[in-house]
């Protein structure tokens, strides 16, 4: 195998907070799985039909970048959040977070957006899987909420990194997803661009960043790198539909 090839955030996270974004190749993944060669590919999900022995030596590789094995859940595209130390078995949440350090806090996507937060004194870490059902679901409120209780400080500032997701040129959605965007996120509208025949071009992008100033938010950076105009460097479920999944990671550096 290969080194796993990894993003690391652009972002003012501060000092001892570490994270990372997979990418598609320096693994073992095969087919729809690997590399666009076929070859070499870095999946991550156990749930997408790849071989499980591919899978769990891919996994391995990352835990082995890390300072523990990342705290996988099983998302299900909802608002929960749940504490990463707590999860010894995947559990049905779509954010976790962590203020323990060598905790990693881990979402995974194809498409959809990982949204990696942090206080801005590093003492609490969070990780959000937000597509449209997500957002609209308030699922990065409820993960700054999370952390900000934790910290019993419900003014504590945090920064945020958008992840690469599917771009507003590529993610065409009915008129039921920005009606319920709308619902949660007043000037979601301005997130969508009409195409005709109730269909509609939707800036994930925009929505979070809406999302994250909604709660208190302003300092982010990421957002912009689409994942199903980039086939060499990311999976893609809309491009695609079979394909593998990518993690997003966060944690507290563990004390020397």
């Not at 073992?28 to 039909?49: D, I, K, Q, T, Y």
């Not at 460097?233 to 394909?243: E, P």
């Amino acid at each position: 195998m290969s080194s796993p090839a990894i993003l690391r955030p652009d972002w003012p996270a501060p000092a001892g907070v570490g994270a990372v974004f997979t990418l598609r190749t320096g693994g073992v993944s095969r087919g729809p799985w690997g590399a666009v060669s076929g070859e070499g590919g870095f999946n991550l999900g156990a749930a997408c039909g790849d071989d499980p022995a591919a899978v769990a030596a891919n996994r391995a590789a990352l835990a082995a970048l890390l300072p523990s094995a990342p705290r996988w859940l099983n998302q299900v595209h909802g608002p929960v959040v749940v504490d990463a130390a707590s999860v010894t078995e995947p559990v049905p949440a779509d954010a976790s977070f962590s203020d323990a350090p060598g905790v990693v806090c881990a979402v995974m996507v194809a498409d959809c957006m990982p949204v990696l937060l942090a206080d801005r004194h590093g003492r609490v870490v969070g990780a959000a899987h937000a597509g449209w059902r997500g957002l609209a679901g308030g699922v990065i409120q409820a993960t700054a909420a999370a952390m900000r209780d934790r910290l019993g400080d419900p003014a504590a500032e945090l920064v945020a990194w958008l992840g690469p997701a599917i771009g507003p040129a590529a993610f065409e959605v009915g008129d039921e997803v920005r009606a319920a965007m709308i619902e949660r996120l007043s000037p979601a509208g301005a997130a969508f661009v009409e195409k005709g025949n109730g269909k509609w071009l939707a800036d994930l992008f925009t929505l979070g960043r809406q999302a994250l100033a909604s709660c208190g938010v302003d300092d982010v950076a990421g957002g912009g790198q689409c994942t199903v105009g980039d086939a060499e460097r990311f999976f893609s479920f809309r491009r695609d539909r079979v394909t593998g999944r990518h993690a997003a990671l966060i944690w507290i550096e563990p004390k020397a």
